[in-house]
């Protein structure tokens, strides 16, 4: 929560996982909804549903809808059998926003808290957006807490190469931090019914897996860190 405090305008609604309110407020922000999982509000015009994520510490992932647009913004999450839902709910995601730099803390012998390239490659095969854009493989909490604290290993360039194998109609975008990408609501891909098609045969054989092992416009959006 301490990034956010340099954000300038501390009135923006700013949405945060059940329980973190009082951070937020700690901070400055003044308009701030707690939301849990799947809980739904409308800010300014865009439509926000709270998704599943895992971090070291309470964290949502969002869906955003506007203007025919929907945006799946993974946060800083790990891979979890959860977040793959939002497929389900969401068949139609123009724009994912993915972690991928495998964050992980060293005095605690090196525990992952992020996803790496290859986990979020996997993601994207289960959400099938139209565009992919990686996230946080720019981010440092500086050269003196780095070297005993943190740890990253995960590269945009490893996401892409991975991306184009396990979810090949997807396009990636890298981006460097702060440059726009406009996403056309009008664009939607040809193959959109056989991307839902093969959706569906993923969820099957992941339901059946389970089974088995239970019996034996426009819209500009700008990358962040």
């Known amino acids: ?22 951070d937020a407020h700690r901070v400055g922000f003044t308009d701030v ?41 993974g946060g800083d999450t790990l891979l979890i059998p959860e977040p793959r839902d939002v497929a389900d709910r969401f068949p139609r995601i123009d724009l994912a ?20 390239a290859r986990e979020a490659a996997e993601l994207c095969r289960w959400l099938q957006p139209r565009v992919a854009i990686p996230i946080h493989y720019a981010f440092s909490a500086g050269p003196v807490r780095d070297r005993p604290l943190l740890k990253y290993t995960g590269t945009p360039e490893e996401f892409a190469g991975a991306a184009a194998q396990l979810s090949p109609e997807t396009e990636v975008h890298i981006l460097p931090p702060g440059q726009p990408l ?16 093969r959706r569906r045969r993923l969820r099957s054989g992941r ?11 426009g819209a500009e959006w700008a990358t962040p860190s």
């Open 207 to 217: 339901r059946s897996c389970r089974s088995h092992r239970g019996r034996g416009a």
């Open 33 to 73: 909804i707690e939301l849990e999982t799947w809980k739904t509000v409308d800010l300014g015009g865009v439509r926000v549903t709270a998704a599943p994520a895992a971090h070291g510490m309470p964290e949502n992932s969002y869906v955003l809808e506007k203007d025919e647009i929907t945006v799946f913004f």
């Open 182 to 197: 406009s996403i056309d609501p009008a664009v939607r891909r040809d193959a959109l019914v056989a991307s839902s098609l």
């Open 97 to 116: 926003l993915l972690p991928v730099n495998r964050l992980q803390i060293r005095p605690m012998l090196n525990k992952q808290v992020a996803m790496n």
């Open 1 to 22: 929560m301490a990034a956010f405090s340099a954000y300038p305008d501390k009135t923006v609604p700013f949405a945060v996982k059940t329980g973190m309110a009082g």
